[in-house]
């Protein structure tokens, strides 16, 4: 296992709870344009902020997963769900902060999921694919869950994977070549999350095969 230094670590940990909470309330926010009741608000905050970190620490052999270990994985999707419910913001105002929370947990998952993976000894390529996992991972379960098709399979919407490879493949590239610190990480994912916004905002979306 690769260990990061003390600031870096530490920063990598408080970005991974960032995005956990962003996700979270990108979930929460999904659960209630659904009209979700309370219940359904908390497990789809939950599932869409920790899903993704899951199955990443299932491929890299880290068990019981750190969503089950760490006590604040859990108490900030519960934090963001019960926040959302007792604001409970309109439905004209939940789909650009969902936009926005969700393109944010990309931007940082995608970075974190592949530092994990390249700390636990995987090469270069499938660190950065783990880190695309990662980052994914929670917005296809919060889809699947609320009867959506997942964004990232969706024609009709913006580019939504190749925001997350991009940053995946940048935080990768830092750790192989031994430039990764809290400040280039930072820039890993902000850019990601840059990226995001703007495929939503000039509706950038990826080539599709050409009909006969």
Do not use: F
């Given at each position: 296992m690769i260990a990061l230094s003390g600031t870096a670590g530490d920063v990598e940990r408080a970005a991974d709870l960032l995005g956990v909470f962003a996700f979270a309330?990108?979930?929460?926010?999904?659960?209630?344009?659904?009209?979700?009741?309370?219940?359904?608000?908390?497990?789809?905050?939950c599932a869409t902020a920790f899903g993704g970190g899951v199955v990443r620490d299932l491929v890299i052999g880290q068990s019981p997963p750190l969503a089950f270990t760490d006590p604040w994985y859990l108490g900030l999707p519960l934090l963001a769900a019960v926040i959302i419910f007792f604001w409970h913001p309109p439905r004209r105002l939940v789909a650009r902060p969902l936009d926005v929370a969700d393109a944010l947990g990309l931007g940082v998952f995608s970075v974190t999921g592949a530092v994990a993976a390249y700390q636990h000894g995987l090469a270069t390529v499938p660190s950065a694919l783990l880190g695309v996992v990662t980052a994914v991972g929670g917005g296809l379960i919060r889809d699947v869950l609320a009867g959506v098709q997942p964004s990232v399979l969706r024609p009709d919407q913006e580019i939504y994977a190749m925001p997350a490879l991009f940053g995946a493949s940048v935080a990768a590239a830092l750790l192989h070549f031994g430039a990764f610190t809290a400040w280039t990480g930072a820039l890993a994912s902000a850019s990601a999350f840059v990226f995001r916004l703007l495929a939503l905002h000039f509706h950038w979306h990826a080539p599709r095969a050409r009909r006969r």
């Open positions: 309330v990108s979930g929460a926010l999904l659960a209630v344009r659904k009209n979700y009741d309370l219940v359904g608000i908390a497990v789809l905050a």
